[in-house]
Structure formats: structure tokens, C-alpha cells
């Protein structure tokens, strides 16, 4: 983890760096954001020679601690100028688990419209659901919690997604409501959008359980 100092200083560089990105002047545009761009290279550089996906996610866990001073310095510079480090650490984080910090940074780029790096095919907004629903739907034991799926579904409520990006969020959102204990309603209404938005979603077999289960407890009820 990086020490408090170098911390503090990268959040200094990421402010200069947004200041910079922001000017007119070709003559003070570049410099520090240069730097900072230059770090970024050399560890993507090292990331792609690992074969391995668990172990290149270990590298990325020992490497993002070293980027905590530059995410808090252009979040709390808030300029919202184009930034291709800081839409590379969103995925990052989202990719080591680090969820709190992925919708900080995930709040900031649709607020300012940024869009992720070349090399990512897809837009900010729907990258940013899909992967936070995936950490749900692709792990035997997700450590992304109904908190976290409710900010991500708020933070996209507005925009226009992929209906199948929208249903894995509420597949998710769904998943992760039933397990927490809450109301057949609520749960039962995110599945049935998944649903209704993209029929191989992958959760209609529980959708039904549910819709059963349901209308056993309200014959029950009226049986009382």
C-alpha cells in the first residue's frame, strides 16, 4: 500500500493533472497527467504478461492501493475532463472487489460523461452496471452486497442501457433481495423485469419458485 506521503502527493498530481487537462495552453497541458499516465503503462505493461486471471487480479489488488491519493485527488477536483486512468481504476476496482470505491469513481464518470479508454468496447454506463451485476451473478459467493446493487441501479436509473445489461442488473438486484430476506414483492418485481427485458437472463426458473411460493403464502393466509 502506498504510504500516506506518496498518497498525498498523487492526490496533489491528480488535481495539477485535471488543472492541466482543463487548459488551453498546449504549454502547461500534460505534464503531471503525463506522469501519471506513464505509471499506468508500466502497470498494465506488467499485468499483461500474466497468464493467469486469479493472479493478474492479485496484481491489480496490490497495485490499486498505490492509485488511492489520484482517485481522491479527481474526485474531489470534481473537473470532469476526459480521463482514461482514472475509467481504467473503475474497472480495476470493480475487478478486485474494492465496490465502495468502483460507484464512487463510477458516479463521477456519468456525471461527467466520461467515457472508458479505447480499449473497452463498450460505453461508461453500461460497463459500469454489467460488471457490478456480474460480480453478483458470476460468483458462488459474491462479495458485492444489495447496498451496492441498489447505488449501481440508482446511478442508472436515468440512462438508456442494453435490455440485457439492464435485466443482469435486476437479476442481481433480485438474487441478492431474496437472500437478504426481503419482501416476495420486491424481489419478485426485479425478477420479473429481468424478465420481461431479456427471457434467458437466467433467472426464470427462480422467478417461478418464488411466483409459487407466493400464492401458497396468500392461500395460506386466507385459510387463517
Known sequence: MASPARQHKQKILAAQAAVSMSSDDDSVRGSA???MLEQMGQQKRELKSIKSMVAKNEAKAAMLPEW??????VLSADTGVSDSI???????SIDVAEYDQAISIGAYMLKHDIALPEQFERDTVDA???ELADA??????PTITLAHLKQALK???????FDEVRAKLLRALGEASHEAGAKYETYIEYLDEAVTLN???GCKPLLSKLQKLQLEALDNQDNV
Do not use: H, M, S
Open 33 to 35: 497527467y503525463e506522469l
Open 68 to 73: 488511492t491519493g489520484y482517485i481522491d485527488g
Open 128 to 130: 459500469f452496471a454489467e
Open 155 to 161: 446511478l442508472v436509473a436515468e440512462y438508456e442501457l
Open 86 to 92: 482514472i475509467g481504467q481504476l473503475l474497472i480495476w
Open 199 to 201: 427471457p434467458r437472463v
Open 136 to 141: 453478483w451473478i458470476k460468483n458462488n459467493e
